[in-house]
């Protein structure tokens, strides 16, 4: 459910302006950055189709300060996706997810194939901006380190199930299943 709305029963013509509420930022950044267009047309292109700006200097513009807002630069705008590291490029897609001023956005295992330098930067990074945009992130990840470190609420699952669920501190301080205990116990030692 979305604002009380089953999302699974979205007709056709709600999508679009639906997938302009939620975005997603995956694991692999450059798997999910297209090779053959450069980073201003992957920043520009999405709010092209959702109607943002008036014109292409004007998402330009809008590109630029994304991509500045993020940590990077207005002359990586021309550059392709295989020219930057991991993190640069898990941040042209927060930029790329952010292009179109979602309100909520699902990570999936964003930092995982980042180094933990890199790692910790990418989080801040994302803490900065849940506070800056009011934004609602799902977090799905297998590292409680991250998780404890960006986490407000945490639904640990087995299965496919949920087996707990509880604020940060309550999953951390307080386990109450045995899964969740022997969890932490294996990863947090």
Same mark, same amino acid.
């Given at each position: 459910?979305?604002?009380?709305?089953?999302?699974?029963?979205?007709? %056709? @013509?709600?999508?679009?302006?639906?997938?302009?509420?939620?975005?997603?930022?995956?694991?692999?950044?450059?798997? @999910?950055?297209? !090779?053959?267009?450069?980073?201003?047309?992957?920043?520009?292109?999405?709010?092209?189709?959702? &109607?943002?700006?008036?014109?292409?200097?004007?998402?330009?513009?809008?590109?630029?300060?994304?991509? /500045?807002?993020?940590?990077?630069?207005?002359?990586?705008?021309?550059?392709? !996706?295989?020219?930057?590291? &991991?993190? $640069?490029?898990?941040?042209?897609?927060?930029?790329?997810?952010?292009?179109?001023?979602?309100?909520?956005?699902?990570?999936?295992? !964003?930092? *995982? *194939?980042?180094?933990?330098?890199?790692?910790?930067?990418?989080? /801040?990074?994302?803490?900065?901006? $849940?506070?800056?945009?009011?934004?609602?992130?799902?977090?799905? @990840?297998?590292?409680?380190?991250?998780?404890?470190?960006?986490?407000?609420?945490?639904?640990?699952?087995?299965? &496919?199930?949920? %087996?707990?669920? &509880?604020?940060?501190?309550?999953?951390?301080?307080?386990?109450?299943? !045995?899964?969740?205990?022997?969890?932490?116990?294996?990863?947090? /030692?």
């Amino acid at each position: 459910l979305w604002d009380g709305k089953d999302i699974a029963q979205i007709n %056709v @013509s709600e999508l679009l302006s639906f997938r302009k509420k939620m975005q997603i930022i995956v694991q692999a950044p450059y798997a @999910s950055l297209n !090779p053959r267009l450069t980073i201003e047309q992957t920043l520009t292109e999405p709010m092209k189709v959702h &109607g943002i700006g008036a014109n292409h200097t004007e998402r330009s513009h809008l590109a630029i300060e994304l991509l /500045e807002e993020v940590g990077l630069e207005s002359n990586h705008m021309k550059r392709y !996706p295989h020219e930057f590291s &991991g993190g $640069q490029r898990q941040r042209i897609a927060i930029a790329r997810a952010l292009v179109l001023k979602p309100r909520f956005i699902l990570l999936d295992e !964003p930092t *995982s *194939s980042l180094d933990r330098t890199v790692q910790f930067q990418v989080l /801040e990074l994302l803490k900065e901006l $849940q506070k800056k945009y009011g934004l609602t992130y799902l977090f799905i @990840s297998h590292d409680l380190k991250v998780i404890q470190a960006l986490c407000h609420r945490i639904l640990v699952m087995k299965d &496919g199930k949920v %087996v707990e669920e &509880g604020t940060s501190g309550e999953i951390f301080q307080n386990p109450q299943t !045995p899964y969740t205990r022997e969890l932490l116990e294996a990863v947090l /030692e």
